[in-house]
């Protein structure tokens, strides 16, 4: 059974950082590209950042390229977001999801993904 959990969500002040992890299971993640995803009340889902299974290529929304870092550790079946300097518009609920193949080029939609996680909430405030 394929799952994916987030964990490392919370409250934390403007300027705290929070690191998200996404832990695997029922698939070998080093074949797998890991996208991370928010969507805050009212909006639509958004691409946060992406990480390749072959080269480890990333990429980056504009709204976060500088502060956030995501990475993988193959051997531990997981991923993580570093996320630094954090303002109170990154305040949404936070997904993983992983895909098999990156079709159009185009990582940080959520089409591109077959696998998801159920979120972690982050709330950044004072």
């Known amino acids: 059974q394929v799952q994916l959990v987030e964990s490392g969500g919370g409250l934390v002040q403007p300027g705290g950082s929070l690191r998200l992890s996404c832990e695997v299971s029922?698939?070998?993640?080093?074949?797998?590209?890991i996208g991370w995803f928010r969507q805050a009340p009212g909006k639509e889902r958004e691409g946060v950042s992406y990480?390749?299974?072959?080269?480890?290529?990333?990429v980056y929304a504009d709204s976060v390229k500088g502060r956030f870092i995501i990475s993988k550790d193959n051997a531990k079946n997981t991923a993580y977001l570093q996320m630094n300097s954090l303002k109170p518009e990154d305040t949404a609920v936070y997904y993983c999801?992983?895909?098999?193949?990156?079709?159009?080029?185009?990582?940080?939609?959520?089409?591109?993904?077959?696998?998801w996680g159920q979120g972690t909430q982050v709330t950044v405030s004072s």
């Open positions: 029922g698939f070998t993640l080093r074949f797998y590209d």
């Open positions: 999801a992983a895909s098999g193949e990156i079709i159009n080029n185009d990582p940080l939609v959520d089409y591109e993904y077959d696998f």
């Open positions: 990480i390749s299974s072959s080269d480890g290529n990333t």
